[in-house]
């Protein structure tokens, strides 16, 4: 009766992919953590090209006060810290920048060399200025590291490891070389007041603490904005729920008026009969005893239905025979088969799965129903078996099959294919109980079909949970 596809439960059913559960608090913190980096990335070309600019700026402080072989040797150096950051960036660009935050996190892993090496090549500038040129000269190139310093503060705070190498290789770099210069010269002649060397140590203390500051406003702005999305998102389901859910009210209600006037007509028309002709009661008993039947099983699984949706179902879990509950079930389906003309096979293994006894006996009672219908000639075959995941059973039959693009419909409500022989004396009903049920108990149904050859559902007896199962049916509804 139905094409390939597979259905693990309501879960994979229109009906359920109305309302999808929204992303999962824990998933804020890789994506916070992903975002920062993208912005970082977005905000590092204007820091390192503004570096670069100023790298001759600062040997023209120092020109005719250095050896040029020395200033070249530095601008060498910048020159290829500058290179490959470039390099680093197109890699980003066409390697991580959109992909998940993981990726993000990893190319922060491979590629913060590129950072301290930048910050490094700053470290040496001291070695070229401090104490050599004049004090102009040396205040001037002082401010020009500050801003080097700083000027990528608001980047590199969006991801704290980062900030902390480029910081800390820069001053521990800038100390080293000072430290280095003094040792090189007579320190009873000095140019200038070298308490004034505090200032570095302050300014890296400031940094450190800015950074901090920094990162947690953007994190928080982050957060809040993941939190939004997540609750538009929320919203929008919502909503969407609702339009559907008037949509399948009025299909729902418009399916069963049609559905009910048919049996309830027939019956007002057997009574008119009777009542005209009494003496054809042995010939109109028969059918109003079938229209009133009819009635009863709508009036049945529209009552199984709304229980199920309304969360009133009570679950009572317990460990069951599958085996006897497959011989159960063909006591009371195989006269149905036979009388039909149908041969009626069983195969059960052994085997027992904690479940609802009542539910599940529903649930694969509906599948060979609805198999022994859809089947004009040929037979029905239950099956058991082991699998690697557990206990499995299935409902062959070689009855008419249906069209992949209608598999997953059927187990919609009232759902039945156009000009498909055999639906016209259904209610569209069992399937969509045996989806529901599928989702409570936690035994997804899978099936395959093909058009006039026949079709196979699978049900995976997965031991069951009875707090988390009667919380999936409690909250059908919602």
């Not at 930048?118 to 020009?144: C, D, H, K, Y």
């Not at 809040?224 to 969407?240: A, K, P």
């Not at 995941?389 to 062959?396: C, D, P, S, Y």
Request: net charge positive.
């Amino acid at each position: 009766m139905r094409g390939s596809s597979a259905f693990a439960g309501l879960g994979n059913s229109s009906f359920a992919s109305l309302t999808p559960a929204p992303a999962m608090a824990d998933e804020a913190e890789p994506w916070v953590r992903g975002e920062l980096i993208r912005s970082l990335m977005r905000a590092a070309r204007g820091s390192y090209l503004l570096a670069a600019a100023l790298m001759p700026a600062m040997i023209s402080l120092s020109w005719g006060h250095v050896p040029a072989w020395q200033l070249f040797v530095w601008l060498t150096l910048g020159a290829v810290a500058t290179g490959f950051r470039v390099w680093g960036e197109r890699v980003y660009t066409s390697q991580y920048a959109a992909r998940d935050s993981a990726a993000q996190q990893r190319f922060m892993e491979r590629y913060h060399p590129l950072w301290s090496a930048s910050a490094f090549v700053w470290g040496l500038s001291v070695l070229i200025f401090f104490e050599r040129t004049p004090l102009m000269n040396q205040f001037m190139s002082w401010l020009i590291v500050a801003g080097v310093a700083t000027f990528p503060l608001n980047g590199l705070s969006l991801h704290p490891p980062l900030l902390y190498r480029y910081v800390n290789t820069l001053f521990i770099t800038m100390l080293a070389c000072v430290s280095l210069r003094v040792l090189q010269m007579d320190l009873s002649n000095p140019h200038f007041n070298y308490g004034f060397l505090a200032l570095p140590l302050l300014h890296w203390w400031m940094l450190l603490r800015a950074g901090r500051r920094i990162h947690e406003t953007a994190r928080n702005s982050f957060e809040l904005l993941y939190h939004n999305h997540i609750l538009i998102n929320s919203l929008t389901q919502q909503r969407q729920a609702a339009v559907a859910a008037v949509a399948m009210k009025n299909r729902f209600l418009a399916s069963a008026a049609h559905d009910m006037r048919q049996p309830v007509l027939a019956l007002s028309l057997y009574a008119d009969w009777l009542r005209n002709e009494p003496e054809l009661v042995q010939e109109i008993a028969p059918k109003i005893v079938r229209a009133t039947h009819a009635v009863n099983a709508l009036f049945d699984s529209l009552f199984d239905l709304a229980r199920i949706d309304s969360g009133q179902v009570r679950l009572h879990i317990e460990r069951v025979d599958v085996k006897q509950l497959l011989h159960d079930l063909e006591l009371q389906y195989r006269p149905v088969a036979e009388a039909k003309g149908l041969s009626f096979r069983v195969h059960a293994r052994a085997g027992t799965v904690l479940t609802d006894p009542i539910r599940v006996r529903r649930m694969i009672g509906n599948l060979i129903a609805n198999a022994i219908k859809y089947t004009p000639e040929g037979g029905v075959l239950i099956a058991s078996r082991q699998t690697s995941e557990g206990l499995r059973v299935e409902v062959w039959d070689t009855g008419i099959g249906i069209a992949r693009e209608h598999l997953r419909d059927v187990f919609l409500e009232f759902y039945k294919v156009a000009d498909h022989a055999g639906t016209s004396d259904g209610f569209g009903l069992g399937l969509a109980i045996v989806a529901r049920l599928s989702h409570a108990l936690g035994h997804p149904v899978s099936v395959r079909s093909r058009l006039g050859r026949g079709s196979v559902f699978r049900v995976a007896l997965h031991d069951a949970d009875e707090a988390q199962a009667q919380t999936r049916i409690s909250g059908a509804v919602g």
